[in-house]
């Protein structure tokens, strides 16, 4: 997966003065916690391996450090947010354990979309579990598509989950006491999965939104359904608590911190802070500026697909 993030951090790692001077390490220095599981350290298969996150009193982070995981927890079993890729699905599953859970006691896999980082463990996890996999239409292509053909440097072609639940714009989820209301959010892929759910802290709920993946890909269709969903996305308001598929994220990091630098205020809160996951300001920054950079990406395919040939 290519992603711009990569040329905003080179653009902000290069003071004006010496810009010939900037190294790897000096990179890597610079780069936050979050950004260097996918940056400096994301080949490190050990650093990547990282404890499980209680975020709220239902909602866990138990992946690697460079995709998410999210592990839901209802009074009638578990509800898996993607499933991240080998190497780590045998730790994605230790830490679902450790954070004091049954992995067979998943009943869904929801995949955000059909890149391997985030549906590369669902066909092992649902055998484990018998859970039901869920994607959008287009995106179940995608999967099956990828499992049709070798991996990367000649790799056997991943294990892939069967076609199972299809997901369409406005259908909810509901397992127990809980329930999400899920979004076709196109343009990262043609068929992204978004989801509103409500997660909880001492009992007081928090309106929660997973963007299911930013910044759009595909040329000019990707980008024309980025801004359209860049759009739609802006009208789902009162949101607390942005839900991010990696802890870096397209186009921009989550201001004021992604996941592991909340991970750290976090651990250290004194009583009476506020969960530092709770940022409804960050939010709207967050989706106003993957609403900038849709825009961008449209008007630069544009350009492309008007240019002489
Ligand atoms: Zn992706």
Redesign the pocket.
């Known amino acids: 997966?290519k992603?711009i993030v990569r040329m905003a951090l080179v653009a902000l790692a290069i003071p004006a003065v010496n810009f010939a001077l900037v190294n790897p390490a000096e990179a890597a220095a610079q780069e936050t916690l979050s950004q260097s599981y996918r940056e400096s350290r994301r080949d490190d298969v050990a650093y990547q391996k990282i404890e499980p996150i209680k975020a709220f009193d239902n909602l866990y982070y138990v992946a690697p450090g460079f995709v998410s995981v999210w592990l839901l927890v209802t009074s009638e079993g578990l509800i898996l947010i993607d499933s991240a890729q080998e190497p780590y699905v045998d730790h994605v599953i230790d830490n679902i354990r450790k954070a004091g859970f049954d992995p067979k006691n998943i009943k869904y896999i929801m995949i955000?979309?059909?890149?391997l980082?985030?549906f590369g463990g669902a066909a092992r996890i649902q055998e484990l579990s018998g859970a039901r996999v869920m994607a959008v239409a287009e995106d179940w292509d995608l999967i099956e598509q990828a499992g049709s053909r070798p991996g990367r440097n000649g790799a056997p072609a991943p294990r892939v989950p069967k076609r199972d639940t299809v997901v369409k714009e406005g259908d909810f989820l509901t397992l127990g006491n809980t329930s999400l209301k899920l979004h076709q959010t196109p343009g990262?892929?043609p068929g992204?999965m978004s989801a509103e759910f409500t997660v909880f802290e001492n009992g007081i709920p928090y309106k929660a939104f997973l963007h299911g993946?930013a910044?759009a890909?595909d040329g000019l269709a990707g980008a024309q359904q980025a801004v359209a969903t860049a759009a739609r996305v802006a009208n789902i308001v009162d949101i607390e608590v942005g839900v991010m598929?990696?802890s870096w994220m397209?186009t921009n990091t989550y201001p004021n911190g992604s996941i592991f630098e909340r991970a750290e205020r976090l651990k250290n809160r004194k009583p009476g802070e506020e969960n530092p996951f709770v940022d409804p300001r960050s939010w709207v920054r967050w989706r106003n500026a993957a609403s900038i950079n849709a825009a961008k990406t449209l008007a630069a395919e544009q350009a492309k697909a008007a240019a002489p040939k």
Do not use: S
Not at 112 to 115: L, M, S, V
């Open positions: 997966m992603h955000t979309h059909g890149h980082d985030h990262h892929t992204v993946g910044g890909r598929v990696h397209e």
